[in-house]
């Protein structure tokens, strides 16, 4: 795999909440030429994201429901909305957490797939948070994802007890069947760890540390 190829499949994040404006607008400089898949910035910045990264191949990426996804029915969408309207092509929400342990998959199928159809023109992907759910959970948590017409589910926020593990990749992309992309986050910092996730059969990841990632591979060409 060269640069290119493993930029492309990385969602470069920066979503910590004291992140200031001047640090974001750091980011995207730093990051912008970089080839990478998105830039995903928090909601504020979308808008600021979009402005400066103008008809860039690098798209704007935002979050909904972040980090805990206990948001009351609409208030994700109306979340999710207002990010396209500010320029995000890529919106990552996280899935009623609670509703999902409680046995209600329905639940969380009809609030992401009002969300996939109300915005169809953007790239949804449903965060299920794997940390806290049972492989049986996992398996629900991407039919219910499926079933939406969401385009990946992806494993964690980054921001829970753990991260994305090795083992629910492989879960998740095995139970996927190709009906689903899935997403590797939270706690990928080196070059080793990407390719491990990518191994497993994630299409894409989320890392705050692509730059890094990609100087890497760079040093090992």
Do not use: W
């Amino acid at each position: 795999m060269n640069i290119k190829e493993l930029a492309i499949r990385i969602d470069q994040t920066m979503l910590r909440p004291e992140t200031a404006e001047n640090e974001v607008i750091e980011f995207i400089e730093r990051s912008s030429n970089l080839g990478f898949a998105t830039l995903c910035v928090p909601p504020c910045h979308v808008a600021l994201a979009s402005r400066l990264l103008g008809s860039s191949k690098t798209l704007v990426s935002t979050v909904a429901g972040f980090p805990l996804g206990f948001q009351v029915p609409g208030v994700k969408l109306l979340e999710a909305r207002a990010a396209f309207d500010d320029g995000a092509s890529e919106i990552d929400i996280v899935m009623n957490i609670s509703r999902l342990k409680s046995g209600n998959a329905p639940f969380v199928t009809a609030e992401i797939g009002s969300i996939v159809r109300a915005l169809p023109e953007a790239v949804i992907k449903v965060i299920i948070e794997t940390c806290y759910l049972t492989d049986q959970e996992k398996l629900s948590a991407l039919e219910a994802a499926v079933e939406s017409g969401a385009d990946f589910v992806k494993t964690s926020t980054g921001f829970a007890a753990k991260g994305a593990d090795r083992r629910d990749v492989e879960i998740l992309a095995v139970a996927a069947k190709g009906r689903i992309q899935v997403k590797a986050s939270g706690g990928i910092k080196t070059l080793a760890d990407a390719l491990s996730m990518l191994n497993a059969g994630a299409e894409r990841l989320g890392t705050s540390s692509g730059p890094s990632i990609l100087e890497e591979l760079k040093g090992g060409v």
